[in-house]
T-cell receptor
C-alpha cells in the first residue's frame, strides 16, 4: 500500500495560472519535504516542514509556497507558473531528523506548463 | 558543505552480471549517512540501502550491497545478478547528522541499462 501519495500524477496548467499539488502520508512522520526535479537532474529541495515549522531553502523562488494543515497533508502552491517550472515534483517524508532514517518518496507529480 | 559526486552518467550491464555504481562524497561532519535510491522512468524514488559512517560492516539488502571505504570517502553500490527491471536512474545521497541533518544532498545520478 502506498504510504506517501501524491495527486495528481500528471498536471497540466497554463502559463501564469495558479496550481496546487498535494501530498498525503499514512506514516505519521514528522517531516515532509517538497523537491523539484527537472529532466536528467537530481532532485532539488524546495522546502520542508518539521511538524508545523516551515523551513524554506534560500534559493526557492517566492512563486512557490507550501501549506501543511495537519500531519498527514502537505500542499505545494505555485502562484504564477512559468515555463521553467515544468518538472517532476516529489514529496517525501521522514520520521524525524535523525540521520539514519531514509526519506520515503511518493510517486511524484509531473507538471507541464502550456 | 556536503557534496556527492557520481562520475558515471551512464552504465551498461548484461543481464545476470554484477555492476558497480560509483559514489564519492565530501563532508566535514564526523557523523553522516549515505543512501542509495533507484528512480525508474515512471518517476518514483525507491530507497535501496543505507550506510552509516560509524557502521563497522558494509550494508547489504538482498542483491544490493554497499562497498563503503571511509578513508577514500566512497560508497559504491554493487548490484549482483542484474535484472532487466534494474534499468533505472540511481542516485547516491548523503545526510549529515550535525547541522544539515534535515537535508539529503543528492548526486547527479547514474543511468543504468541492463541488456538482455
Amino acid at each position: 500500500d502506498a504510504m506517501v501519495i501524491q495527486n495528481p500524477r500528471y498536471q497540466v496548467t497554463q502559463f501564469g495560472k495558479p496550481v496546487t499539488l498535494s501530498c498525503s502520508q499514512t506514516l505519521n512522520h514528522n517531516v515532509m519535504y517538497w523537491y523539484q526535479q527537472k529532466s536528467s537532474q537530481a532532485p532539488k529541495l524546495l522546502f520542508h516542514y518539521y511538524d508545523k515549522d516551515f523551513n524554506n531553502e534560500a534559493d526557492t523562488p517566492d512563486n512557490f509556497q507550501s501549506r501543511r494543515p495537519n500531519t498527514s497533508f502537505c500542499f505545494l502552491d505555485i502562484r504564477s507558473p512559468g515555463l521553467g517550472d515544468a518538472a517532476m515534483y516529489l514529496c517525501a517524508t521522514s520520521r524525524d531528523y535523525v540521520g539514519n532514517q531514509p526519506q520515503h518518496f511518493g510517486d511524484g507529480t509531473r507538471l507541464s506548463i502550456l | 558543505a556536503q557534496k556527492i559526486t557520481q562520475t558515471q552518467p551512464g552504465m551498461f550491464v548484461q543481464e545476470k552480471e554484477a555492476v558497480t555504481l560509483d559514489c564519492t562524497y565530501d563532508t566535514s561532519d564526523p557523523s553522516y549517512g549515505l543512501f542509495w535510491y533507484k528512480q525508474p522512468s515512471s518517476g518514483e524514488m525507491i530507497f535501496l540501502i543505507y550506510q552509516g559512517s560509524y557502521d563497522q560492516q558494509n550494508a547489504t539488502e538482498g542483491r544490493y550491497s554497499l562497498n563503503f571505504q571511509k578513508a577514500r570517502k566512497s560508497a559504491n553500490l554493487v548490484i549482483s545478478a542484474s535484472q532487466l527491471g534494474d534499468s533505472a536512474m540511481y542516485f547516491c545521497a548523503m545526510r549529515g547528522t550535525q547541522g544539515g541533518s534535515e537535508k539529503l544532498v543528492f548526486g547527479k545520478g547514474t543511468k543504468l541499462t541492463v541488456n538482455p
